[in-house]
């Protein structure tokens, strides 16, 4: 299997931390998707990363896609079964993964917009978007069991990307959040090699 990545981003992140830990061997390729190369695009017509292909040259893409497909293969090891542990995996996954899709695009209206095109009201919204995700898993975090799960690997994926792109903004106003990354490598060793690089 071969996995699209870009070491940077939090979604690829997520999926390489489930496949380490479900025991599920898949290959990476480096990705520029500002290229839009062919061979990404046959994968997912989105132009965008993750996205693996199968053996069987079947295509998946979205990090929560890849990591049910990932968790059904390890045995159930990425998301409790029980009613009350798949909804509170399942809702801080997509927390996690909204605050990344919302701070994402404030970078990219700096990056990819000329300074006289941009516009802050909306930048301020998807900034207003973001720290109210972080309110809520501020209050989550601790329900989170220690057998590490999507929702670990989500919320340790967005907040490694923190560190790399807000690095200083949030860490004051998110103790619990701090304190919990912190330790995370404790039970996820792997965490220092996977997490959001440059």
């Known amino acids: ?37 062919a061979d990404l695009l046959t994968a997912n017509p989105l132009g965008k990363i993750p996205a693996l292909v199968m053996d069987d040259g079947t295509a998946l893409y979205d990090s929560a896609v890849i990591c049910d497909w990932i968790d059904r293969q390890g045995g159930h090891r990425l998301v409790p079964q029980d009613a009350a542990g798949w909804l509170l995996t399942k809702r801080v996954e997509a927390t996690a993964d909204g605050i990344a899709d919302a701070a994402i695009l404030t970078l990219y209206e700096q990056r990819y917009r ?36 999507t929702a670990h690997f989500a919320v340790a994926a967005l907040l490694g990307w923190l560190d790399l792109r807000f690095h200083g903004q949030w860490e004051e106003r998110y ?4 304190a ?5 490598p404790e039970s996820f060793p792997a965490y220092e090699e996977l997490k959001p690089r440059l």
């Not at 998807?126 to 501020?138: I, N, Y």
């Not at 103790?175 to 701090?178: E, G, K, W």
């Not at 919990?180 to 995370?184: H, L």
């Open 1 to 37: 299997m071969q996995l699209f990545i870009s070491s940077a981003s939090p979604f690829v992140a997520k999926v390489r931390m489930a496949a380490h830990h479900s025991g599920v061997a898949i290959e990476t390729i480096a990705t520029d998707t500002g290229a839009e190369p």
């Open 114 to 149: 000329p300074e006289d095109k941009r516009h802050q009201p909306w930048v301020d919204k998807q900034l207003r978007k973001a720290w109210r995700g972080m309110d809520v898993l501020e209050g989550l975090i601790a329900s989170l069991g220690k057998e590490p799960s």
């Open 175 to 178: 103790p619990s959040l701090s």
């Open 180 to 184: 919990w990354i912190a330790a995370f």
